[in-house]
C-alpha cells in the first residue's frame, strides 16, 4: 500500500511516501509562512521526487488535532479534496501519537519507558497524552489539560518514579517545572516535531480507513471564537 502521510497541525508541516512500510520520500517545512501556501508545493514536490503520480496513491494519512486549529483544517481540507477527487480511502492520526512515533530513541530503553507528547497551548496549558514506548498504548488520554492536571496524571501511573519518563514537543517546557515540582524525573526534547514517519507509523497501527466526507477535526478545544461567541 503506497501511503502520502501529511500534517500541518502545528508550526511545521510535512509530506512524506510509504510503501509497505518503507520511507520513499519525505519534506519538512520550516518556513514561517501559513501552511495554505507551502503545503500543497510541498506535497507536489514529495510526489515527483518520489517518481510517483498522485492516482498511485493508495491511501491519505492525515493528523487531524489537536494542535493549530487553522493549520488542522487547511491540511483536512486539502487531504479531503485529493481522497475525494480519486477516490481513495483516509486514515485520520492522532497528532501526539504522530508526534512519539517521530522521535528517534534509544534502542534498549527499558521496557516501562512512557512518552508524554504535549503541545504548548497556552496559559500553562498543553495538547497532550501519554504513551507506553513499547506498545504505544495510551496510558493517559489525549486531551487539552492544565499542565498541573496532567502532572497529577502522570504520577497516578502505577509504579511512575521507576519509568523512564520522555517529555517531548514544544509544550516540554511547560510541563518541565511542573514535573520537577513533582520530583518526577524525565528527559525533554522541546524542539522534537512531527516528522512524516510518525504519522505513517500511526496510520499502519491504526489501518482504520475511512472516506474523505468521514474526515473531522480532533481539536480537543473549542476555538478563541467558539468561547466569545458564547
Do not use: W
Amino acid at each position: 500500500m503506497l501511503i502520502l502521510a501529511c500534517d500541518t497541525s502545528n508550526s511545521t508541516c510535512c509530506a512524506g511516501l510509504y510503501e509497505g512500510g518503507k520511507e520513499l520520500e519525505y519534506e519538512i517545512s520550516l518556513e514561517t509562512r501559513t501552511h495554505s501556501e507551502t503545503f500543497m508545493p510541498l506535497v507536489e514536490r514529495v510526489i515527483n521526487k518520489a517518481g510517483k503520480k498522485y492516482s498511485d496513491i493508495d491511501a491519505f494519512a492525515v493528523t487531524t488535532g489537536p494542535g493549530s486549529f487553522t493549520g488542522i483544517r487547511i491540511g483536512i481540507s486539502v487531504v479531503k479534496g485529493m481522497s475525494l477527487a480519486l477516490e481513495k480511502p483516509c486514515i485520520a492520526v492522532s497528532a501526539t501519537h504522530a508526534l512519539a512515533g517521530s522521535v528517534e530513541t534509544e534502542s534498549d530503553l527499558p521496557e516501562d519507558t512512557i512518552m508524554v507528547p504535549c503541545f504548548d497551548a497556552r496559559n500553562k496549558r498543553v495538547f497532550a497524552s501519554v504513551i507506553a514506548h513499547h506498545n504505544m498504548e495510551e496510558l493517559v488520554e489525549e486531551g487539552a489539560y492544565s499542565a498541573a492536571d496532567l502532572g497529577y496524571l502522570i504520577t497516578e501511573i502505577p509504579d511512575i518514579k521507576n519509568k523512564k519518563i520522555y517529555v517531548i514537543g514544544n509544550g516540554a517546557e511547560v510541563m518541565r517545572e511542573v514535573l520537577m515540582a513533582l520530583d518526577l524525573k524525565a528527559d525533554y526534547a522541546p524542539g522534537a516535531v512531527i516528522l512524516p514517519r510518525g504519522v505513517a507509523s500511526a496510520a499502519l497501527q491504526s489501518k482504520k480507513l475511512i472516506s474523505g466526507a468521514e474526515l473531522t477535526a480532533s481539536y480537543c478545544a473549542v476555538s478563541s471564537a467558539e468561547r466569545l461567541r458564547k
